[in-house]
């Protein structure tokens, strides 16, 4: 089992940056890849960026592309998400999630947080 807590979550106005924090516990968090997704109100899930075991490889959706980064501290067990430029349309519930492969596909994720709100005023 894993268990996995996001922080970080808010009110920020437009244009503004925020950086989300997901805490992992259980077993050998270097074994999994880790992905962050949103889901707004009345909207499916959606990728937003995931990072390798190791942290070499990224990707992110285009939506977020070139304004975001993902980062990881395997001694730390902890995955970071910095968003920069942020759209009304970047409002969602964000969740951390962690599973065996690095991908886009929320199938592949089998441990997902709580989630953590966040709000971008217009």
């Known amino acids: 089992q894993v268990q996995l807590v996001e922080s970080g979550g808010g009110l920020v106005q437009a244009g503004g940056s925020l950086r989300l924090s997901c805490a992992a516990s259980?077993?050998?968090?270097?074994?999994?890849?880790m992905a962050w997704f949103r889901q707004a109100p009345g909207k499916e899930r959606e990728f937003v960026a995931a990072?390798?075991?190791?942290?070499?490889?990224?990707t992110f959706a285009e939506s977020v592309k070139g304004r975001s980064t993902i980062s990881r501290d395997n001694a730390q067990n902890t995955v970071l998400l910095r968003m920069a430029s942020l759209r009304p349309e970047d409002t969602a519930v964000y969740y951390c999630a962690a599973g065996r492969f690095f991908t886009r596909s929320t199938d592949q994720y089998d441990y997902w947080g709580q989630g953590t709100q966040v709000t971008v005023s217009s």
């Open positions: 990072i390798s075991g190791s942290g070499i490889m990224q």
């Open positions: 259980g077993r050998t968090f270097s074994d999994y890849g």
